[in-house]
């Protein structure tokens, strides 16, 4: 294999594990990242982001000279003698006004770069952006010498090197082969399966996976309901739907709605570029719709378990959240589900306090305005009357109940994400519900 020149805009989830992994695998890489401080933090081998693996990666590339850190994206071009020959954007694509994915950042690094990339030079999308942005890109550039690629990123927070250097698949968009070629080469270590294709193509495909698994996340939540409804158990459910090579297993736990940095800009954005094409794609606007429902599903669970009432009142009540991040395994907050179910019970007058192992009490986060964090569970519990598991971090089925039983004022567990042992929890006194669980304990409702 012939090591590529490659310089990476961005070092976020997607950038920082893109440079650390495409070094360790002979490539010499130069990120460069808006954030000065977070660049020098890099430089000296310290990472902001939790994700196992990472770390090492970064001091092996950093040891052998193959992945360094400057400040400007036109550093990490010219830096390499003879300038980089692929040029990886990973920058945000965050949600822009009524949905529409907002370029500016991808735009922005375009403008700066355009006029130091050297001839014969690759621009790679790494970012999720809308059908259409490599052709953009291209005529933002206005260089006939450089070819623009698509090459969506798929990895999962809290797995990202694990899945960066096993992918599912690659896929590869570009209207010029030549230029699909070169990059999908990059990973020829790998051994993925290879997906080469135009760029609009390429560019669908991201949208329409994350999508396609908001909208499984949704229909196992509408069936989790219906299961509380009709007496059916949602585990039997799910299990016996898994086995069907057909669906599979994945993606088929009911929780408190998805979240995460990509699925609700990813579908919002899919839904803006549908309606731009003229087409109502109303099987996503229901995904959507329902998900909301599902956040507030949680808070009127939370109101009947408290207070025997669905209309009850949370006023003063005090619950302990078990779990703030949008999943288990990462540090990220942003569109954390759990934050949204927070909101919502907080706007209907609860006091919170919070635990989640992935983050320290002293990180100074704007969520935090919502409720105080403290440093475990046994904390969290401390005269509170419920409380309520909204990320699945697989220690909270290994606490002490007994403990936690008597340190509560209210022996109420409201389980969103059907993650706890019940009948552990029961033993130590606890009454226990969970989400489209047969075994759910009924609370009488007086309305
Ligand atoms: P992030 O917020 O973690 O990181 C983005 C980085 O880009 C930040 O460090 C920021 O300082 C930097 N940045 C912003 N503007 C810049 C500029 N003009 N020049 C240089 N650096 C700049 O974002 P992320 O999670 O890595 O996501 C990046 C893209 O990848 C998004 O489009 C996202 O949808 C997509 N994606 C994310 C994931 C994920 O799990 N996080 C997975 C697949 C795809």
Redesign the pocket.
């Known amino acids: 294999m012939f090591a590529r020149r490659i310089a990476v ?7 920082l594990t893109t440079g650390a992994c495409l070094a360790s695998l002979g490539h010499r890489v130069v990120c ?4 000065r401080d ?1 660049i020098k933090r890099l430089a000296a081998g310290e990472l902001d982001i939790c994700e196992p693996r990472l770390a090492e990666l970064v001091a092996d590339g950093l040891a052998s000279g193959r992945l360094s850190f400057v400040a400007t ?1 036109v550093a990490a071009i010219t830096e390499h003698e003879g300038g980089a020959e692929v040029v990886f954007l ?4 965050p949600m822009g006004v009524g949905g529409v994915a907002d370029l500016s ?1 991808v735009e ?2 375009v403008e700066e770069c355009r006029e130091h990339l050297p001839a014969g030079c690759i621009v790679v999308n ?3 952006v809308p059908v259409g942005t490599a052709a953009r890109t291209s005529e933002l550039l206005g260089r006939a010498d450089v070819a623009v690629v698509s090459n969506p ?5 809290g797995a990202a090197v694990a899945d960066f250097l096993s992918p599912d698949r690659i896929v590869v968009g570009c209207d010029d082969q030549d230029g699909a070629e070169k990059v999908a080469a990059l990973y020829a270590r790998l051994g993925a399966p290879t997906v080469l294709t135009d760029a609009a193509s390429a560019e669908l495909v991201k949208y329409a996976a994350n999508c396609f698994l908001a909208m499984k996340l949704s229909y196992v939540n509408a069936v989790a309901e219906l299961c509380e409804r009709l007496g059916a158990d949602i585990n039997d459910v799910t299990e016996g739907m898994g086995y069907d090579r057909r669906i599979g297993k994945e993606f088929l736990r009911p929780g408190p709605g998805w979240g995460g ?2 699925l609700p800009k990813d579908t919002a954005a899919m839904l803006q570029v549908a309606d731009s094409a003229d087409f109502e794609f109303r099987l996503l606007r229901a995904t959507i719709d329902t998900n909301t429902r599902q956040r507030q599903r949680m808070v009127d669970k939370v109101r009947l378990a408290v207070t025997g009432d669905r209309k009850g009142s949370l006023s003063h009540m005090r619950l302990g959240l078990l779990g703030l991040t949008f999943k288990a395994g990462t540090d990220d907050l942003r569109d954390s589900p759990a934050i949204a179910v927070a909101a919502l019970l907080r706007q209907a007058g609860a006091e919170l306090v919070a635990y989640d192992p992935g983050l320290p009490p002293s990180a100074a986060r704007p969520e935090f305005g919502l409720l105080r964090v403290v440093d475990d569970a046994y904390q969290a519990a401390d005269g509170v009357d419920a409380l309520v598991v909204l990320t699945e971090w697989p220690e909270f089925r290994n606490l002490d109940w007994p403990r936690l039983a008597e340190l509560v004022r209210g022996r109420v567990v409201v389980d969103s994400r059907n993650l706890l042992d019940q009948d552990r929890v029961r033993r130590a006194g606890f009454a226990w519900t969970g989400v489209g669980r047969r075994g759910s304990d009924r609370f009488a409702a007086t309305s």
């Open positions: 805009i961005g070092t976020g989830y997607v950038g460069a990242d808006l954030d977070k994206a990973c920058v945000p694509t950042a922005s690094v790494k970012s999720t990123e798929f990895l999962r927070e940095s990509c």
